[in-house]
């Protein structure tokens, strides 16, 4: 099973992105799926995530300007991320809850770097 993040890239404060992650292999059901985020000397903290049914749950830092959304049948979770900030640079990983082979474990994407410029 692997999770493969997308989407990073340069943009100006006050600008978007998407982040996307699809994961792959013999999966037989995903539950949560999650975003969380890395900057420069901090540690990895959570943004946002998404549980199979739809519920949401955001971080304080990021409500009201990120959303988290999933399409089940691709895998695929997405981060739309709104008027960015500076303080939204970091490595952006996804993690999802997967079953495969008769048991569930945590996997983590290969983490894809956004930077906000002013």
């Known amino acids: 099973v692997q999770l493969q993040a997308s989407g990073g890239g340069l943009v100006q404060v006050g600008g978007s992105l998407r982040l996307s992650c699809a994961a792959s292999g013999s999966i037989t059901s995903i539950s949560r799926m999650a975003w969380y985020r890395q900057a420069p000397g901090m540690q990895r903290e959570f943004v946002a995530l998404?549980?199979?049914?739809?519920?949401?749950n955001y971080a304080d830092s990021v409500k009201g300007r990120f959303t988290i959304s999933r399409d089940n049948a691709k895998n695929t979770v997405y981060l739309q991320m709104n008027s960015l900030k500076s303080e939204d640079t970091a490595v952006y990983y996804c993690n999802a809850n997967i079953l495969y082979d008769s048991r569930w474990s945590s996997n983590w994407g290969q983490g894809t770097l956004v930077t906000v410029s002013s």
């Open positions: 998404i549980a199979p049914g739809g519920l949401r």
